[in-house]
T-cell receptor
Framework: AQSVSQHNHHVILSEAASLELGCNYSYGGTVNLFWYVQYPGQHLQLLLKYFSGDPLVKGIKGFEAEFIKSKFSFNLRKPSVQWSDTAEYFCAVNPTGGYNKLIFGAGTRLAVHP | DAMVIQNPRYQVTQFGKPVTLSCSQTLNHNVMYWYQQKSSQAPKLLFHYYDKDFNNEADTPDNFQSRRPNTSFCFLDIRSPGLGDAAMYLC?????????????FGSGTQLSVL
C-alpha cells in the first residue's frame, strides 16, 4: 500500500537554526508531492508542491524542498527558522493519473524557541 | 476570510448516538473531501464528492455517510459513533479532481465520543 513516512514527530529548534524535515514515500509510479503546514489554531494550508521539472522547489516563507527520485524522498528545508515557523508540517503524496487522493504523513511538530 | 468553514469546532456525542458534522465553502469548488485524523496520525481520506458524484474510499466504514445537497455544503453523518471514531474531521475542497489540485482545508471539527 502507498504510504508516507515523516522521520521526526517532534523537532525543537532555536531561532536562526537550520531546518530539515524528512519525508519518504512508498509508491512505484510517478507522484505529485506536497508539503502542507498547520499553524497553531489554524487550518492546513499548502506550503509548496512538486509536479515535475526542477526537483528543487521553493515555497512560501523561505521554505524549499528537494525531490530525490532515487531515494523516494521529498525533504523540507529552511536555512534559518523563525519563531513564527512553529507549526505542524505534513508531507503528502498524490499518485499521478488518478483522482486527487492525498496520502499524508503523520506530521512533524516543530517548536522554535526565541 | 474563512473559505472553508466547519461547524462546530468541537462536538461531543454519546456512544451510538448519530451525529452530523457540517462543512460549507465560499470558493465554488467542484470537489469536497472529508478526512479523518486521529491523534498523532496522518489525515485519512474517507470520501469525496465531485459535483454530485459520491466516491467512497474502499476502507471507509459503513458507519460513515455523507451528503452534499448543493455546491456549498457537505455533511458527514456518523450513524452510530463508537469510541474509535473520536478524531478530528477535516473538510477540504479543490476546484477540480486532478492530482495536481491544491486543497483548501477547514479548521476541522474535533469529535469526542463519550
Amino acid at each position: 500500500a502507498q504510504s508516507v513516512s515523516q522521520h521526526n514527530h517532534h523537532v525543537i529548534l532555536s531561532e536562526a537554526a537550520s531546518l530539515e524535515l524528512g519525508c519518504n514515500y512508498s509508491y512505484g509510479g510517478t507522484v505529485n508531492l506536497f508539503w502542507y503546514v498547520q499553524y497553531p489554531g489554524q487550518h492546513l494550508q499548502l506550503l509548496l508542491k512538486y509536479f515535475s521539472g526542477d526537483p528543487l522547489v521553493k515555497g512560501i516563507k523561505g521554505f524549499e524542498a528537494e525531490f530525490i527520485k532515487s531515494k523516494f524522498s521529498f525533504n523540507l528545508r529552511k536555512p534559518s527558522v523563525q519563531w513564527s515557523d512553529t507549526a505542524e508540517y505534513f508531507c503528502a503524496v498524490n499518485p499521478t493519473g488518478g483522482y486527487n487522493k492525498l496520502i499524508f504523513g503523520a506530521g512533524t511538530r516543530l517548536a522554535v524557541h526565541p | 476570510d474563512a473559505m472553508v468553514i466547519q461547524n462546530p469546532r468541537y462536538q461531543v456525542t454519546q456512544f451510538g448516538k448519530p451525529v452530523t458534522l457540517s462543512c460549507s465553502q465560499t470558493l465554488n469548488h467542484n470537489v469536497m473531501y472529508w478526512y479523518q485524523q486521529k491523534s498523532s496520525q496522518a489525515p485519512k481520506l474517507l470520501f469525496h464528492y465531485y459535483d454530485k458524484d459520491f466516491n467512497n474510499e474502499a476502507d471507509t466504514p459503513d458507519n460513515f455517510q455523507s451528503r452534499r445537497p448543493n455546491t456549498s455544503f457537505c455533511f458527514l453523518d456518523i450513524r452510530s459513533p463508537g469510541l474509535g471514531d473520536a478524531a478530528m474531521y477535516l473538510c477540504a475542497t479543490s476546484f477540480d479532481i486532478g492530482g495536481e489540485e491544491k486543497l483548501f482545508f477547514g479548521s476541522g471539527t474535533q469529535l469526542s465520543v463519550l
